[in-house]
């Protein structure tokens, strides 16, 4: 597995980590909402006074949509959404298991589902991907019975995109481009159109979400994966590129 030391991460991540601050800056309620608030009730207090009702209307509309998003009505048909984009997975042998870090609480079910297909023979190595993921992943692979020659990964990625540029800088040259992917099912949908931009052949094998994880944190999880579903689109991450434009590399 690639050392930490050896990680050299470019602007283009600290970027698109500025980005994901700002969308969750957007999805605290706390913020957002006092914000609509003004959009609703400013026109009525500012002269002139023309077009009022149109911007409160949008006001009012935004903060409906805002609020049912936040519901659990909202939470449960965005992640049902979420996960009627994945395609099911066909049963196809592949050349690594790729398994997507997003923290500790995740780990058990996304090592339990890679060392099952693993001992399934489903592919011959399980390449975990992530910063403080990838290291205790692979740990909790060897703990799990999978041999140390069959676990890889590179704990350098801070984010999908990273996620998929850093595997593909290091698998691609290897021959490997069939891949199982392992991540949850609101993340998948995203990471697999980020994979395959980069030329990988994707099976989608999405891992439980932890049972213990809170309805704050299961809407928080469901309203990110759409602003980064549709975020990434308009940074045209979905469409067929090179993984030169990484400024990754592993040293010595």
């Not at 994901?20 to 207090?45: D, E, K, S």
């Not at 984009?85 to 398994?99: M, T, Y």
């Not at 801070?158 to 040259?173: G, I, V, Y």
Request: proline share 7%; with cysteine; glycine share 10%.
């Amino acid at each position: 597995m690639v050392d930490l030391s050896a990680c050299q991460i470019t602007s283009a991540g600290d970027l698109t980590r500025s980005l994901w601050r700002l969308l969750n800056l957007l999805l605290q309620p706390g913020v957002v909402l006092p914000v609509l608030a003004v959009m609703i009730f400013a026109p009525w207090i500012v002269r002139p006074r023309r077009w009022k009702h149109r911007i409160s209307l949008v006001g009012v509309l935004l903060v409906l949509t805002y609020c049912l998003g936040l519901s659990p009505i909202g939470v449960k048909v965005g992640g049902k959404g979420l996960a009627l984009l994945i395609p099911r997975d066909s049963g196809q042998p592949a050349e690594a298991i790729v398994v997507l870090g997003r923290g500790g609480d995740f780990r058990p079910s996304r090592v339990r589902v890679a060392a099952e297909l693993w001992q399934q023979r489903r592919a011959p190595l399980i390449f975990a991907s992530g910063r403080s993921d990838a290291i205790e992943i692979g740990q909790m692979l060897e703990a799990a019975g999978v041999p140390a020659t069959a676990v890889d990964g590179e704990p350098c990625s801070a984010t999908t995109n990273e996620n998929a540029l850093f595997t593909a800088a290091l698998l691609q040259p290897q021959g490997i481009r069939r891949l199982i992917l392992v991540t949850d099912p609101p993340h998948m949908a995203r990471s697999l159109l980020t994979f395959r931009s980069l030329g990988f052949e994707v099976t989608p094998h999405p891992s439980p979400v932890p049972n213990g994880l809170d309805i704050r944190n299961r809407q928080f999880l469901v309203l990110r994966e759409w602003a980064g579903l549709i975020g990434y689109g308009m940074m045209g991450r979905y469409f067929a590129r090179e993984t030169g434009e990484t400024g990754f590399a592993v040293r010595g």
